[in-house]
Each structure stands twice: as structure tokens, then as C-alpha cells.
């Protein structure tokens, strides 16, 4: 969409004028203060409204109670010790068949098979869900919206109000396809290192996670790798902040055989179970 300078203008005025009455919110891992165009309020709306058109856009739940309880209870427990624990979180396992995950503003996200079948630990997935937590906290999702998604967003405002929205499923695709800033990606990697620990698991999960998907370069998940820090440079800095922060821990939890009953079991057509190359640890 092209955006002309009146339009520019406008949004600039509709931004600084959003500012005075949603108000500047303060992102609880910085403390700073950000321009945000959506309360938090409409936070919730908006993962409420768009979290159904989104599970059909992903091929729908996959339908395993014992999978999906187990994957939301790994998302509660980190969820619990975050910088917002007491929102509510929904955690849900989705049929697609790419490598991804998406966190909705309102603490909607979802986890495809794709991605499920190429992780071998419950670390892993911990460090994946944190990562899309921390979005979730810190309204990555809100500002990506306010930014991209334009005059589109004034259709959300208007839904607050009880307005229709005919374009649901475009609007879907749109939140699909957010990017987040490099900065946001920074953050999300470095806040879900310590949300993982914190929750009581093996922080080198997301050093396996990130090689994983570095493998998968060709495919170029949306979420991890469509921009920003290269694969190469989040593993040498999840690296580095593991040996300064988290060196002389011990017994964290990797649980392997946990995921591989609980997910890798479960999931029917997996198609070669991955080796076991990727584990730092010979774990239980
Ligand atoms: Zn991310």
C-alpha cells in the first residue's frame, strides 16, 4: 500500500493524538516508554477476534487433547514467571506444515507441526514459547500492527466499537505476516533466555533451537528468520550470555524423553525423527 505524504501527515497526527488517549505505554522489560496506537484492552480483542481465523489459516489444532495440554502447560509455567503473569495465555499446536510460530497481541500463540517435528527436547520448546512470550509482553505484536498495518488498524479501532469487519481473513494473513524489528527479535531472544531459566530450563534449548532453524534457511520461516540478526550472530550471543549469566547452573531441565512421548510419539506422519546432533548434553 502506498502511503502519500497527506497520508503520512495524517497517520503522524492520528499517532500523536492515539498517544493523549490510549496513552504512551511502558514496556515492563525496558522501562521505557513507547508510542503504542492500542491499549492493552484492545490487545485482548484483537488476539480474541483474529485467534480462530488464524488456527484455520494453520490448518487448525491438531487434534490431541494430550499434545495440546501438554504444550500449553510448558507456555503456562513460563508464562507464570514473566514480566505480565498475569495476563491470559493460550497456547495452541496447529497442522501447518511450515516452520513457525506466531504470537498474537492478548497472549494468543501458536505453534505449527512443522516446527513441533523438528524440535527434540522440552527445552527447545520452552525457549520457543519464551521467545514468542516475550513478544507477547513486551506488545511486539501491538506495535508491528501499529506500524505496518496503517490505516488498517482504524478497522480495529472500529471493532472495539462493535463495528464489522469484512476482510477478516486478509486482516488474518496480515497478522501472519507481521515482522518485528531487529531490536524486538534482540530483546525477544535475550528476556526469553532468562524467562526459560527462570521457569527452571536448560538455557542451551535455545541454542539448539537457533541451530535448527539455521538449518532451515532455505525455508525461511516467517517468524525467526525473514529478517534480522542473522542465525549465525543470535547463537554466539545466546552464547555468550549463557556462559556469563547462567555458566555455573545446574539440573536445569532438558527433558527429552518428556517431548518425545508427549510430542514426537503423537504426531503420525513425522517423517524421519531428527538425530540427535543438535543436543549439547547427553540428557536423561
Ligand atoms: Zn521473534
Keep these: 500500500m502506498k502511503i502519500t505524504m497527506l497520508g503520512k501527515i495524517r497517520l503522524l497526527i492520528l499517532s500523536l493524538t492515539s498517544c493523549l488517549f490510549v496513552g504512551c505505554a511502558v514496556n515492563p522489560i525496558t522501562g521505557e516508554e513507547e508510542l503504542m496506537f492500542i491499549s492493552e484492552n484492545q490487545d485482548v480483542e484483537i488476539g480474541r477476534k483474529y485467534a480462530p481465523e488464524i488456527e484455520k489459516q494453520l490448518g487448525g489444532k491438531i487434534d490431541d487433547a494430550s499434545l495440546q495440554d501438554y504444550i500449553d502447560s510448558v507456555g503456562q509455567r513460563i ?18 506444515k511450515m516452520i513457525n510460530a506466531i504470537a498474537l497481541p492478548g497472549g494468543y500463540i ?8 523438528k524440535l527434540t527436547t522440552e527445552a527447545q520448546l520452552a525457549a520457543l514459547l519464551a521467545h514468542e512470550i516475550v513478544h507477547v509482553t513486551a506488545r511486539h505484536s501491538s506495535a508491528a500492527i501499529s506500524r505496518q498495518m496503517g490505516l488498517s488498524f482504524l478497522l480495529f479501532g472500529a471493532t472495539a466499537a462493535g463495528a464489522k469487519i469484512p ?30 531459566v527462570v521457569a527452571g530450563y536448560n538455557p542451551y534449548g535455545a541454542v539448539e533451537l537457533h541451530q535448527m532453524l539455521q538449518k532451515q534457511d532455505k525455508v525461511r520461516p516467517a517468524e525467526f528468520l525473514s529478517s534480522h540478526p542473522s542465525p549465525k550472530n543470535r547463537i554466539i550471543s545466546l552464547n555468550a550470555r549463557i556462559q556469563t549469566r547462567y555458566g555455573g547452573l545446574e539440573g536445569l531441565r532438558i527433558g527429552k524423553n518428556a517431548y518425545r512421548s508427549a510430542v514426537l510419539d503423537r504426531l503420525p506422519d513425522i517423517e ?12 536423561q
Design 272 to 283: 524421519n525423527p531428527s538425530p540427535d546432533k543438535l543436543d549439547h548434553l547427553n540428557n
Design 110 to 117: 501458536f505453534v505449527t507441526k512443522g516446527m513441533l517435528e
Design 79 to 96: 508464562a507464570r514467571i514473566s514480566h505480565r503473569p498475569n495476563w491470559e495465555y493460550h497456547f495452541t499446536a496447529v497442522e501447518h
Design 167 to 196: 476482510q477478516e481473513a486478509g486482516l488474518a494473513l496480515q497478522l501472519i505476516g507481521l515482522k518485528y524489528s531487529r531490536e524486538n527479535e534482540r530483546m525477544a531472544d535475550v528476556a526469553g533466555l532468562d524467562y526459560m
